[in-house]
């Protein structure tokens, strides 16, 4: 049996005490790693909420209506605010507020590259397509509407029916009586004549120009700005039989063709292919007139 003295056990328990309680230097790391923490934190808090108050929005008022819904019958605008990004288009922010707000909010939309024609609206008192149209460029708050002078559907949606009847009305495809000889021989078009029509052939279908007609707005049977200007795309063709450029010019010459322009230019400043319209319609006028002189 082993004995141990008073004096080696106040040793012993003076060393454990010893070892238990912290150095200064311990105090100090740990003292130093706590207020890094703080400051880190307090840091962070306050990037936050200078992002938060940094934030742009953009404030966006809709138009609203659905004739199948109770209680969303009265044409109404809906405000939604969304988080601005650079390059963020009309499209994006109606997308935006359909996918985060409302997802019965209604409108046409498809290539979002400006070739399709479908999201042609009325934005800020102007026919623009959405996917186009860059938010920096417009004064807010934003004022979003369905195409003028045409039956609305549901919220942004119009019926285009009319405007694709007066479209087909000009046979907007290209004819010809002559063809190559050889089997596989293309229809050859000169570089000039193919400068003429170019930007006739631009036209996507959208119906800007016929909804900013006035001409077209009180006479529903104008054929208007781009059924003529599909109608001068073939008919300036060379490659077309004189024939049915003859049958064209009778159709855009009738009482509603193109002698209802007044030549106001507003089909062509809402163009967004930036077509000559107005150009194309003076020039088929002219076509008309020689064609119905006679000389004796």
């Known amino acids: 049996m082993s004995t141990q003295t008073p004096t080696q056990t106040e040793e012993s328990n003076e060393t454990d005490a010893e070892a238990e309680v912290p150095s200064k230097g311990d105090e100090r790391r740990e003292e130093k790693r ?76 498809s290539c979002r590259q400006a070739v399709c024609g479908s ?27 369905p195409l003028p002078h045409a039956e609305v559907r549901k919220d942004l949606v119009v019926d285009l029916e009319h405007f694709y009847d007066q479209m087909e009305a000009v046979e907007p495809y290209f004819q010809t009586n002559e063809y190559p000889d050889g089997e596989l021989e293309e229809q050859r078009q000169t570089r000039e004549n193919r400068e003429k029509v170019k930007m006739s052939t631009r036209c996507i279908w959208c119906s800007a120009c016929m909804s900013s007609c006035n001409i077209a707005a009180g006479d529903n049977e104008y054929l208007g700005p781009a059924a003529i200007n599909k109608a001068y795309r073939f008919a300036m063709d060379e490659r077309e039989g004189e024939d049915i450029k003859q049958k064209r010019l009778e159709i ?10 007044q030549t106001q230019f507003s089909c062509t400043e809402v163009c967004p292919k930036d ?15 020689k064609n119905n002189l006679k000389f004796w």
């Open 275 to 289: 077509i000559p319209l107005t150009e194309h319609i003076q020039e088929l006028k002219r076509e008309a007139v």
């Open 34 to 109: 706590r207020r890094a923490a703080e400051e880190r934190s307090r840091r962070q808090a306050e990037e936050a909420e200078k992002a938060a108050a940094d934030e742009e929005t953009v404030e966006l008022k809709v138009f609203r209506y659905d004739p199948e819904v109770e209680g969303k019958q009265e044409p109404r605008f809906d405000t939604f605010h969304v988080p601005f990004t650079k390059g963020m288009t009309v499209l994006d922010a109606l997308m935006y507020s359909r996918d985060t707000y409302d997802s019965s909010l209604t409108f046409r939309h």
């Open 119 to 145: 999201d042609a609206m009325f934005v800020n008192g102007g026919q623009k397509l959405a996917c186009k149209t860059q938010i920096s460029e417009l004064e807010q708050p934003i004022r979003v509407e």
């Open 252 to 261: 855009i010459e009738q009482e509603h063709g193109v002698w209802r322009c």
